[in-house]
Nanobody
């Protein structure tokens, strides 16, 4: 069994910063790609950024230069540093991880429960 938990969301003023964390635990042999997604009310879930096990990153165009994704493989944890936040960044942010199971060695995708980010004055 694998648990994926996000943290770090909250209320921030426009122009402010937040750092999200995503921690995976449980029956994990290895973690391959990890990613952040977000979903605003009434909208579809969209990609924010992804990072491979080797550290290669990919960002949605609207996040480039403002958001930074990183990971600590020793801690099975991923981060999203968000700067220059805008009201349009308001959404529930979800973590997605692709994990190789410790027993079967099969790969599975897991989602966290989400963390709310609200950008408002």
């Amino acid at each position: 069994q694998v648990h994926v938990v996000e943290s770090g969301g909250g209320l921030v003023q426009p122009g402010g910063s937040l750092r999200l964390s995503c921690a995976a635990s449980g029956s994990i042999f290895s973690i391959n790609a990890m990613g952040w997604y977000r979903q605003a009310p009434g909208e579809a879930r969209e990609l924010v950024a992804t990072i491979t096990s080797g550290g290669s990153t990919n960002y949605a165009d609207s996040m480039k230069g403002r958001f930074t994704i990183s990971r600590d493989n020793a801690k099975n944890t991923m981060y999203l540093q968000m700067n220059s936040l805008k009201p349009d960044d308001t959404a529930v942010y979800y973590c997605n991880v692709r994990i190789r199971d410790n027993l079967s060695l099969a790969q599975y995708n897991y989602w966290g429960q989400g963390t709310q980010v609200t950008v408002s004055s």
